[in-house]
């Protein structure tokens, strides 16, 4: 689930194939095709054209920026349309998009955005403060609009546009995420056309209107997405002319087109395992990219579905609501052990739920409180909690049959595979069963309620806003038919009380002492189990690069960045402009021949989950 990199979810409606596997950035020219069977070395477009394919790991849930959340598709987004603001690839303070210049009023309640009079949309009418102001009104008055990003604009009061380059945003009370609002701005003689948010995908009609760095001209399901450059854009064109984005199902096989040629940029699902990765070392035009990443890897437990009007559905196991049987789970994981033998190093422990890489609101638990790996401590609480051992050695519930939980994980995502059979033997020694429940769409059982645990994991923004919101009790469904922003269910008061607190408060020291208290709330509940903080593990050829931006801009990452600076700065390897970002880049110049892609499979998904699924 993860970053505006997060876990958010779409109308019921909308079904969402969880899929993992390989990313790898692929060359167009390389591929093998019924036509041409034989892939060949990346290598120039006939037509002189520069043409950039990033290989995925994950489906697209929806090319509409009103129901997006999916790392892949929020990634997308970001270079098809402009924020008010961005974050600065190097430190990622706020720094100007669409918006040149921001104010607040006095008691800052009124904020005040300069729109840029240079921004066009691909269609050549200019970018203005109403469609700006058009944006946030609907996702303000309409259900649909507000599904990926409604937690931007729940405390808004009004929203205005006095003129062309005056954007008004008037609120009910002090908001700090006001310089990090990660809605993308749509054209307003566009998308008020649409008469269903809800249902529309943006995924018909080519090219799509945008005025980001690139135009969407193409999407197959499942297959690929295609962009080209756009030429006028206001902060300069990319220096590849076409930009796509193509699955791999399998991340052997894009590990392999990247030893041939076939490919220039691996990034895994999300990373490359530490296997491939090493595998990669040391390979001729081969270079390895091993940086700290923006997400955490967690085990989440069913805390009882439920909806906003009081209705429980779903069948979690009873027992997972006594917070001492939680505890003695955790208590019974060994992160170390996962660090080690699962990342291979590739990895830090995890403890609180914002990873180390944004300093200011990581939280760790002190010494005493830390739910520290310790089986017979474990043991002892389930004992207390009344879940004792059989004369067959099974720990039983209340109802007297043998505990077993179901445990999702996404079926080709090698992480969840591995930790599932560790928590088999942990959890197995303390009595209790374990049922791994690997599928290819995690999220119909997820979001019906219909499991006791899951692997869980998020992408993370420099400001954390939205991965706190997604477990208030507003972000819980209205009815059980309904579809909410909630990752997982929870709804405690006290949380809340803090989420709003949190909101409201523009000190950043004190704003991120409540964050951490958020954070030791979640831990204390135990409905979440952060396990490790993932490298950001990537590989590329340096024979069809020369540079592109990571971020940060020391020991960065390149894919699934807070911004589109990685697409945008990329270099090609025979481009006389030595510009661009640090050397950890990828770049490659293919043909722009007919894209035939492998793998058939149409997917309209809803939310994105960890392992496959993280956001921005």
Request: proline residues 6%.
């Amino acid at each position: 689930m993860g970053t505006n990199d997060q876990t958010r979810s779409l109308p019921r409606g909308l079904r969402l194939v969880a899929v993992a596997g390989a990313a790898a950035l692929t060359l167009t020219a390389g591929l093998a095709t019924p036509l041409d069977p034989a892939p060949r070395q990346a290598r120039a477009a006939d037509d002189g054209k520069k043409v950039l394919t990033v290989a995925v790991a994950q489906s697209v849930d929806s090319l509409s920026p009103f129901l997006a959340v999916r790392l892949l598709s929020t990634s997308i987004h970001r270079l098809m349309y402009e924020y008010l603001t961005n974050y600065d690839p190097k430190d990622n303070h706020a720094v100007p998009g669409l918006a040149t210049k921001w104010e607040p009023s006095p008691d800052k309640l009124t904020w005040t955005y300069t729109i840029r009079s240079d921004s066009t949309w691909s269609d050549g009418k200019r970018a203005t403060a109403e469609d700006a102001a058009w944006t946030f009104n609907k996702m303000m008055t309409d259900d649909g609009a507000a599904t990926a990003n409604g937690s931007y604009v729940g405390n808004f009061e009004k929203v205005t546009a006095p003129s062309p380059t005056k954007l008004v945003i008037e609120l009910k009370k002090p908001q700090a995420t006001m310089t990090a609002l990660d809605v993308p701005i749509v054209p307003k003689h566009v998308w008020e056309k649409v008469s269903d948010f809800s249902e529309f995908n943006n995924d018909k009609s080519f090219p799509v209107i945008g005025n980001g760095p690139f135009v969407l001209t193409g999407y197959k399901a499942d297959n690929y997405v295609r962009l080209k450059a756009n030429k006028s854009f206001w902060r300069g064109a990319p220096k590849f002319d076409e930009l796509v984005f193509r699955y791999y199902k399998d991340q052997d096989a894009a590990v392999s087109a990247l030893r041939k040629g076939e490919v220039s940029f691996v990034a895994g699902s999300p990373s490359l395992t530490p296997a491939q990765a090493d595998s990669l070392k040391g390979a001729d035009d081969i270079q390895v990219n091993d940086a700290p990443g923006r997400r955490f890897y967690a085990l989440a437990t069913n805390p009882g579905a439920k909806a906003k009007n009081g209705e429980k559905f779903g069948d979690g196991h009873p027992s997972l609501l006594d917070q001492r049987v939680r505890n003695a789970l955790f208590m019974a994981v060994d992160r170390e052990a996962i660090i080690d033998k699962v990342f291979r190093g590739h990895a830090v422990e995890g403890e609180g739920y914002i990873p180390p890489r944004f300093q200011d609101y990581f939280w760790k638990p002190s010494a005493s409180r830390k739910l520290a790996y310790d089986p017979a401590k474990a043991a002892q609480l389930l004992d207390r909690a009344g879940y004792r051992k059989n004369g067959d050695g099974k720990r039983v519930g209340k109802d007297g049959k043998p505990i077993t939980y179901r445990v999702l994980c996404h079926a080709t995502d090698p992480n969840d595979k591995a930790v599932g059979k560790y928590l088999q033997e942990w959890w197995g020694d303390l009595g209790i069963g374990v049922r791994l429940d690997c599928l290819d769409n995690v999220t119909d059982p997820w979001l019906a309620g219909k499991y006791d645990l899951a692997f869980d994991g998020w992408s993370v923004n420099p400001d954390p806003d939205f991965v706190l919101s997604i477990h208030t009790c507003g972000a819980l469904p209205a009815t059980p038919k309904d579809t909410g922003a909630t990752d997982n269910f929870i709804c405690d008061k006290t949380y809340d009380e803090l989420y709003a607190r949190q909101l409201a408060e523009y000190d950043p020291a004190k704003r991120a002492d409540i964050v951490k208290q958020m954070e030791s709330r979640l831990y204390d509940l135990g409905y979440m189990n952060v396990m490790a903080y993932p490298n950001a593990v990537e590989a590329y050829r340096t024979d069809q690069i020369k540079s592109i931006t990571t971020m940060p801009a020391k020991a960065g990452n390149i894919y699934g960045q807070d911004g589109y600076w990685s697409w945008w700065s990329a270099v090609p390897a025979d481009s006389g402009d030595s510009s661009g970002g640090s050397s950890t880049a990828v770049v490659a110049v293919i043909a722009t021949s007919l894209v035939l892609l492998i793998g058939l499979g149409t997917v309209v998904a809803v939310r994105r989950r960890a392992g496959a699924d993280d956001r921005e």
